[in-house]
C-alpha cells in the first residue's frame, strides 16, 4: 500500500517555462512534507520542505504548496532551468522530528534547453 | 568537510550469503539511517541508530540488522540475501533534534544479489 504518490514518472519542460511535480498522500497523520533531489550516482539532495500548519513554502525559484483536504502537494519549479534535470522525490513524515520519511516512486524532470 | 561516506559503491552476491556495509557520518552528526532503494520506487526506511542503538525501524525483516560504533559509522547487515535485496541501500546523517531537512545522504551502496 503506497502512502504517498507520484503518479507522472516523468515530466518534460522547456527551459525557463514553470515545472510542476504532484504528489499525493493517502495516511492522515502525515503532517510534514518534503521534496528531495537526486541526480544520477549521487544521494537524495533536501530542497524545500512544509508543515501541515501552512499551506505554501517558498525557497527562490522553488515552492511548495500544500492541500490538507485534497491530501495532496505539488512543487513549482520557476523559471526552470537545465540544471535543475534530476529525479524529484515526495516524502512524508509523522512530525518534523522523525527519520521514518515515506517516500513516492520519484519524478524524472528533463529541462530542455 | 567530508559527506556522507559509504563503502563499498558496488558489491555482488550470491543468494544465501551475507553482506555488510558500511557508512561514515557527516562530520558533526550523531544519527545515522539506513534506506533500501530498490529499481524504480523511492527510497524506504530501514531503521535509525543514535547513542549506539537502534531507535527505529521500518518494516524490515530481522535479517536486516545494523550497529552503530562509538565514533557514529554505521553498518548495516543483511543475512541470507535474497533477490529481491537486490537495491540501491542509502546512508542519512544528522544531528539529532534538528528537523528533516537536516538529513543528509551518502551516494549509496549498490547492491546485486544474482
Known amino acids: 500500500d503506497q502512502q504517498v504518490k507520484q503518479n507522472s514518472p516523468s515530466l518534460s519542460v522547456q527551459e525557463g517555462r514553470i515545472s510542476i511535480l504532484n504528489c499525493d498522500y493517502t495516511?492522515?497523520?502525515?503532517?510534514?512534507f518534503l521534496w528531495y533531489k537526486k541526480y544520477p550516482a549521487e544521494g537524495p539532495t533536501f530542497l524545500i520542505s512544509?508543515?501541515?500548519?501552512?499551506d505554501k513554502n517558498e525557497d527562490g525559484r522553488f515552492t511548495v504548496f500544500l492541500n490538507k483536504s485534497a491530501k495532496h502537494l505539488s512543487l513549482h519549479i520557476v523559471p526552470s532551468q537545465p540544471g535543475d534535470s534530476a529525479v524529484y522525490f515526495c516524502a512524508a513524515s509523522v512530525g518534523a522530528g522523525s527519520y521514518q520519511l515515506t517516500f513516492g516512486k520519484g519524478t524524472k524532470l528533463s529541462v530542455i534547453p | 568537510d567530508a559527506g556522507v561516506t559509504q563503502s563499498p559503491t558496488h558489491l555482488i552476491k550470491t543468494r544465501g550469503q551475507q553482506v555488510t556495509l558500511r557508512c561514515s557520518p557527516k562530520s558533526g552528526h550523531d544519527t545515522v539511517s539506513w534506506y533500501q532503494q530498490a529499481l524504480g520506487q523511492g527510497p524506504q526506511f530501514i531503521f535509525q541508530y543514535y547513542e549506539e542503538e537502534e531507535r527505529q525501524r521500518g518494516n524490515f525483516p530481522d535479517r536486516f540488522s545494523g550497529h552503530q560504533f562509538p565514533n557514529y559509522s554505521s553498518e548495516l547487515n543483511v543475512n541470507a540475501l535474497l533477490l529481491g535485496d537486490s537495491a540501491l541501500y542509502l546512508c542519512a546523517s544528522s544531528f539529532r533534534g534538528l528537523a528533516n531537512e537536516k538529513l543528509f545522504f551518502g551516494s549509496g551502496t549498490q547492491l546485486s544479489v544474482l
Open positions: 495516511n492522515s497523520m502525515f503532517d510534514y
Open positions: 512544509i508543515s501541515s500548519i501552512k
